[in-house]
């Protein structure tokens, strides 16, 4: 079974300060990992994903994920926060093709002036 | 550029009516889905659907579910006599292939209100 852990239910940070949401997981088979966000009353968009290319992805709105098999880790950064980067954001996992998603439980960001 | 889209956004209904959710997956996508969120909680999956056959199933996707694709396009999800715990949103997602991996693409989701 996969499963992903996110460490912190909320985060909250100060415009241009550095963003770290937290996410682990657990795979017998090698993982397709992924962040979505969800904003208020909106559906779920792609951020990024891991599909065992390279292990530092990119992703939209400056967003970028590090994939640490030695860790088990998939964590989010962005070097700087916005105000409109405030949104729920979901670790995922997956064994690929058409398999589910696993979602982790979610992290509240909150960006303060 | 091409979208998931689904109907009704918001449904309420009361409890023990059926209910059916439409969704228009992206034109030559292959796999679809649905996924629900309780309120507050996370997303979870329900079902999965490809060559007009269930492929796979959660715990949560008992007999009271159904899906269809009664067309080339449309893709639906039923719930046969509603409950209170079935209030939520659901998502319908689709993507295009079985090999390697393949991005799935969410529609804004309908909310199912149960009374």
């Known amino acids: 079974a996969q499963s992903v852990t996110q460490l912190g239910s909320h985060v909250s940070v100060s415009e241009g300060a550095l963003v770290l949401l937290r996410c682990n997981y657990s795979s017998s088979v090698p993982p397709y990992l992924f962040w979505y966000v969800q904003y208020p009353n909106q559906g779920l968009q792609l951020l990024l994903k891991y599909t065992s290319a390279a292990t530092l992805v990119k992703g939209i709105n400056g967003f970028e994920a590090e994939f640490k098999k030695s860790e088990t880790s998939f964590h989010l950064t962005k070097p700087s926060a916005h105000m409109s980067d405030a949104a729920e954001y979901f670790c995922?996992?997956?064994?690929?093709?058409?398999?589910?998603?696993?979602f982790g439980t979610g992290t509240q960001l909150k960006v303060e002036l | 550029e091409p979208e998931v889209t689904q109907t009704p956004s918001h449904q309420v209904t009361q409890m023990g009516q059926e209910v059916i959710l439409r969704c228009v997956p992206i034109s030559n996508h292959l796999y679809f889905y649905w996924y629900r969120q309780i309120l507050g909680q996370k997303v979870e999956f329900l079902v999965s659907f490809y060559n007009n056959e269930i492929s796979e199933k959660s715990e949560i996707f008992d007999d009271q579910f159904s899906v269809e694709r009664p067309d080339g396009s449309n893709f639906t999800l039923k719930i046969r006599s509603t409950k209170l715990e079935d209030s939520a949103m659901y998502f319908c997602?689709?993507?295009?292939?079985?090999?390697?991996?393949?991005?799935?693409?969410f529609g804004p989701g309908t909310r199912l209100t149960v009374l």
């Open positions: 995922a996992v997956s064994k690929g093709g058409g398999n589910k998603l696993t």
């Open positions: 997602a689709s993507s295009e292939a079985l090999a390697g991996y393949n991005e799935q693409f």
